[in-house]
């Protein structure tokens, strides 16, 4: 221990400051930040599996209304 008498306290070694850990860090923010292939793949999927259903919800919803359409039409021309 530093202020016991008797103890020799060993001189602090001086760390050495290198311009290495900007090489570090660069790749590590990005992989922190960057979405890795598989997020990538499954978020395009759900995209496409959206894309999939609101197609089908528009086709029957298209499909209800129209034949609305024609049975107000029949009922008026009757």
Excluded at 5 to 26: C, F, H, M, N, Y
Excluded at 47 to 69: E, I, K, N, P, Y
Aim: glycine share 8%; net charge positive.
């Amino acid at each position: 221990m530093d202020g016991l008498p008797g103890t020799v306290s060993a001189p602090r070694a001086q760390r050495k400051i290198d311009g290495d850990w900007l090489a570090e860090a660069i790749p590590t923010v990005l992989a922190w930040l960057l979405p890795s292939g598989a997020v990538v793949v499954s978020a395009f999927g759900q995209f496409l599996l959206a894309a999939l259903l609101l197609t089908l919800a528009l086709g029957v919803w298209l499909r209800l209304w129209r034949g609305r359409q024609r049975r107000q039409k029949a009922a008026h021309n009757s």
